[in-house]
């Protein structure tokens, strides 16, 4: 049952906390990524990785650090140095070699910082 | 301007009426395009991919793009109360994978 998943759905945090959010997939897929939804605006990227080891900064990337050690997994650390990170994160990956650029999105995780 | 606009609604269709829905975008490179649905509290879930002008039929669903006027649309023929959902436009351009999103348009199907 191929598909990506992300855990917790829910999270909750004291200001000041570092937490990392896990995505897991096995689509076999290269290409990897993390957005973040506020309510009534639209998806804004993260970071992106497009092979193990390498990944590169998105649109919004300061306050967040990522790695990817394996192909499967692509965890994002929220740091304290992040000044709104009450959010919707969603994970997703997309297939380099078919071409088609489809990304399927994880279910995301629901963080709340207070 | 805004690399991919869509309008917010909500728009509103009686059931069984088709919907159509809008999308523009900037980036003329742009190669790949794409439609989400996303339901309240959920994550987007692909409906339709289309690369090249015309159209394309998917069960109820048809994915219309035109380059030269940098538009893409969707329309929902014989839309139920279970289409009301924000739809997401999304455009790929350049040579490596990045996506820009639209903020979406909130769609209600009225029984």
């Known amino acids: 049952d191929g598909g990506i998943t992300q855990s917790p759905k829910y999270l909750f945090r004291k200001e000041g906390q570092n937490v990392t959010l896990s995505c897991e997939q096995n689509l076999n897929h290269d290409a990897m990524y993390w957005y973040r939804q506020d309510p009534g605006q639209g998806l804004r990227l993260i970071y992106y990785?497009?092979?193990?080891?390498?990944?590169q900064k998105g649109d919004i990337a300061e306050g967040y650090s990522v790695s990817r050690e394996k192909k499967e997994s692509f965890p994002l650390t929220v740091t304290s140095a992040q000044k709104n990170p009450t959010a919707f994160y969603l994970c997703a990956s997309s297939s380099r070699t078919t071409g088609s650029y489809e990304q399927y999105f994880g279910p995301g995780t629901r963080l709340t910082v207070t | 301007q805004k690399e991919v606009e869509q309008n917010s609604g909500p728009l509103s269709v009686p059931e069984g009426a088709i919907a159509s829905l809008n999308c523009t975008y900037s980036d003329r490179v742009s190669q790949s395009f794409f439609w989400y649905r996303q339901y309240s509290g959920k994550s987007p879930e692909l409906i339709m991919s289309?690369?090249?002008?015309g159209d394309k039929e998917d069960g109820r669903f048809t994915a219309q793009l035109n380059k030269a006027s940098q538009y893409v649309s969707l329309l929902i023929r014989d839309s139920q109360p279970s289409d009301s959902a924000t739809y997401l436009c999304?455009?790929?351009?350049?040579?490596?994978?990045?996506?820009?999103f639209g903020t979406g348009t909130k769609l209600q199907v009225i029984p």
């Open positions: 990785s497009q092979i193990v080891n390498d990944f």
């Open positions: 289309i690369y090249s002008n």
């Open positions: 999304a455009v790929k351009a350049g040579g490596y994978q990045k996506v820009t």
